[in-house]
């Protein structure tokens, strides 16, 4: 049973440039969220798929927009790239409708993307 | 949200229990305890998740006291594996519930 696989694991982009990540959910998970994570800091949440619509969103700019695809797997868009936005991008896995232990949500390794 | 405060770093030795207390003073009724554990460049993994009093499994307890305004991760003979850093979330337990991640605990264990 593969868990949640993000690709690519690296990358390396200048100022300006459009970047986009993708992200397969573990098998049997509908929902997918993307979490932005800076060197040293804990993740931050930018927002959540479910039904291929965007359901929650973080404090985060409209330059981060997303994708859910019929097949659940999801791809996190990022235009006009700033230095800031370098850091350590997630990708988690759930089903919708589920709580306690069930209701878990499952990370996959991470995009290390660099903005020179 | 309510918001949780752990210490910034721990050490220990290999073969001892390592306790991390986590304070979460507004927490809601319905909100639910989680801890995940997170190795360098890789995503938190889930460890455990309890509302109140204690919960056990094959990797962790979790001991929640009565008013719930705090709560301590154990680890039983940590390991030098058991390096990384360790964060305390507090939400409700449903699948759709963005987590807010704090800064987490770096735990170093010496040999």
């Known amino acids: 049973d593969a868990g949640v696989t993000q690709s690519p694991t690296h990358l390396i982009k200048t100022r300006g440039q459009q970047v986009t990540l993708r992200c397969s959910p573990k098998?049997?998970?509908?929902?997918v969220s993307w979490y932005q994570q800076a060197l040293g800091q804990g993740p931050q949440f930018i927002f959540q798929y479910y039904e291929e619509e965007e359901r929650q969103r973080g404090n985060f700019p409209d330059r981060f927009s997303g994708h859910q695809f019929p097949n659940y797997s999801s791809e996190l868009n990022v235009n006009a790239l700033l230095l800031g936005d370098s850091a350590l991008y997630l990708c988690?896995?759930?089903?919708?409708?589920?709580?306690?232990?069930?209701?878990?949500?499952?990370f996959g390794p991470g995009t290390r993307l660099l903005v020179l | 949200l309510a918001k949780t405060t752990q210490p910034i770093s721990m050490d220990s030795y290999e073969g001892q229990e390592v306790n991390i207390t986590c304070s979460h003073n507004?927490?809601?009724?319905?909100?639910?305890i989680t801890w995940y554990q997170q190795f360098p460049s890789q995503g938190p993994r889930f460890i455990i998740q309890g509302y109140k009093t204690k919960v056990t499994n094959e990797v962790a307890s979790l001991f929640i006291p009565a008013d719930r305004k705090s709560s301590t991760l154990s680890l039983p003979r940590v390991s030098l594996s058991d390096t990384a850093v360790y964060y305390c979330l507090v939400g409700s337990s449903g699948s759709a519930r963005q987590l807010t991640f704090g800064s987490g605990t770096q735990l170093t264990v010496l040999p």
């Open positions: 988690a896995s759930t089903r919708y409708g589920t709580s306690g232990n069930s209701g878990t949500q499952y």
């Open positions: 098998s049997g998970h509908d929902t």
């Open positions: 507004n927490i809601a009724t319905n909100d639910y």
